[in-house]
């Protein structure tokens, strides 16, 4: 009976340790797995970055946004294809490399060239705008062969990098470049013998081909949209560019543009050629306008200039631009902190204003001072790039001319000729030209303008002029009236300036000459009485003493 128990009690302790050890291991599976889901889960949350097309806005080089039909512009044997991408999350270095597929070298309108540049993310300008946007603006420009046909071509724009944790990003986005200025197709048919229609492929073996490429453009009116997925991310980019969520589907599925257009499409793949990419022109900025708050500078007072830079590019932006102003001479002082001013960016045709504040010295003479604007800008290949202009200031000097008022009489006599000697000093540090004294009145006529002629400053110089008295006008004809003397003279830049002092004086009427003449006569005839008188008295005189003497001799 021991013996019974003992064995059963083996068997029963066999048996426990044997579940024991089932259950363990399940455990230990079970923390495995999930171990795994959980490594898988943080695996997925890693490569959850999504690149996708900002759809919604216009960027520089571009004539519409995405979801209104976007058409790369094809102009001067040129075409210039530009996609504006976003990211779901943050990459390495803020850099997306992107790399261009031409298609088939057969019958491609492409001057076939390497292309591949890296693109950061940095603020662009938006519609037009003075807002900006963080985005990766993806911008290539192809030369045109010139057999080119019309037609539409389909030109795949492959984005690579690397996000933050190490992950691989790739997309690729097909876009359709329309060519209307080439050989149209039934001339070349007519010309090689043979038709296009030969080569074409139908749109679903492209499709089959492109199965991981997303279709951003067409014509056909359903190429051009982006999947709902991509127009999602881009509503969330519109609330806040920077919680981004979600990710894109590689396939768009859609009808090939070439099918309404009665088209041929070129065979899809790729060869880069050896050649570098063609040069383009650069953007330059240009001083367009400036404005002297006074108009001009006064000598010895500050004045404020605003200058007006003008990008004038139609397509290309710059960046990191420092403007060096350079002033004439030690007459001038800069009154800002410094002679340098950084603009962060300038977009395609756009212009900024610089505000100068400058102090020009007493000494400094009349006449027009140009005044250097040096500029340094990149590119946005940061290419450093640098250009100049000037603007002019003109600079007056403070007039200060006196004139001494001559004698005038109190009281005037109507037909009277006076003259007038009129005084003139030069106080000012400038030349004035041209100066002269006009006198003006009721009753008063100048025979002659007084003029000076030119003085340099710290001369003096004389005038002489005449006036003739008159009766005055209305019905009181004599009596007070006022004179003005007006002294004018120009200056340097032919500006006339001129002073007014004013004098009284009183006309009287003339003498009337018929009363002078009877007044005359009457004098006269008394002075032949006068002569009678006396020639009588002689007379009697004479006649007396001879009458006296001869009676005097018979009484002898």
């Not at 959980?38 to 996708?52: M, P, R, S």
């Not at 050989?183 to 007519?190: A, V, W």
């Not at 590689?250 to 063609?278: F, Q, R, V």
Request: some cysteine.
């Amino acid at each position: 009976m021991k013996r019974f128990f003992g064995i059963l009690f083996a068997v029963v302790m066999c048996l426990s340790y044997h579940f024991v050890m089932i259950a363990e291991a399940a455990d230990l599976s079970q923390t495995n797995d999930t171990e795994q889901i959980t490594g898988k889960a943080e695996k997925l949350n890693d490569t959850a970055v999504a690149v996708c097309i900002d759809n919604q806005n216009v960027y520089e080089g571009m004539e519409s946004a995405y979801n209104k039909g976007y058409q790369p512009v094809c102009e001067n044997g040129k075409v210039t294809l530009v996609l504006p991408l976003m990211c779901s999350g943050k990459m390495k270095q803020d850099k997306i490399t992107a790399s261009v597929d031409l298609g088939d070298t057969k019958d491609s309108p492409f001057v076939f060239r390497n292309y591949e540049k890296d693109f950061l993310c940095k603020p662009e300008y938006i519609n037009g705008t003075e807002e900006t946007k963080e985005i990766y603006l993806v911008s290539f420009t192809f030369d045109l062969s010139g057999s080119r046909i019309n037609g539409i071509y389909p030109v795949i724009i492959n984005a690579s990098g690397e996000d933050e944790n190490g992950n691989e990003i790739q997309k690729a986005f097909k876009n359709y470049v329309t060519i209307t200025d080439g050989i149209d197709k039934k001339e070349k048919s007519q010309n090689d013998d043979k038709t296009v229609e030969g080569s074409q492929e139908t749109a679903a073996e492209v499709n089959s081909n492109d199965k991981d490429v997303e279709i951003v453009n067409g014509n056909d009116g359903t190429v051009g949209d982006i999947t709902a997925e991509n127009d999602a991310l881009n509503g969330e980019n519109t609330e806040n560019d920077d919680d981004m969520d979600g990710s894109l589907d590689d396939t768009t599925k859609a009808a090939e543009p070439w099918d309404a257009a009665g088209l041929s499409e070129p065979a899809a793949g790729g060869e880069d050629g050896a050649s570098e990419e063609t040069p383009e022109s650069a953007p330059v900025i240009l001083v367009e306008k400036s404005v002297v708050s006074t108009g001009t500078a006064k000598a010895g007072e500050d004045f404020d200039v605003t200058v007006t830079l003008k990008n004038t590019s139609k397509t290309k932006s710059v960046q990191n631009m420092v403007a060096t102003i350079t002033v004439p001479s030690a007459d001038f002082e800069l009154k800002n902190n410094s002679n340098t001013i950084f603009i962060d960016k300038l977009g395609a045709e756009k212009t900024t204003d610089l505000s100068l504040t400058f102090h020009v010295g007493k000494s400094t003479v009349d006449g027009n001072y140009p005044i250097e604007v040096a500029l340094s800008y990149d590119d946005s290949k940061a290419n450093t790039l640098s250009s100049a202009g000037t603007f002019v200031v003109t600079v007056e000097q403070p007039l200060n001319v006196k004139l001494t008022m001559p004698a005038i009489a109190a009281d005037l006599t109507a037909g009277d000729t006076v003259p007038l000697s009129f005084q003139v000093m030069n106080l000012g540090r400038s030349t004035v030209y041209n100066v002269r004294c006009d006198v003006t009145g009721d009753g008063l006529v100048q025979t002659k303008t007084a003029f000076v002629g030119n003085m340099e400053s710290g001369n003096d110089g004389e005038g002489d002029s005449n006036i003739f008295v008159s009766p005055m006008e209305g019905e009181n004809q004599y009596g007070k009236t006022t004179g003005t003397v007006t002294l004018t003279y120009e200056d340097a830049f032919g500006n006339e300036h001129s002073q007014e002092f004013t004098f009284d004086t009183s006309i009287s009427k003339k003498q009337d000459d018929s009363s002078k003449d009877g007044g005359t006569e009457k004098r006269a005839m008394q002075w032949w009485v006068s002569i009678a008188v006396i020639s009588a008295i002689i007379v009697f005189a004479v006649v007396s003493s001879v009458s006296y003497r001869m009676g005097k001799k018979k009484g002898v």
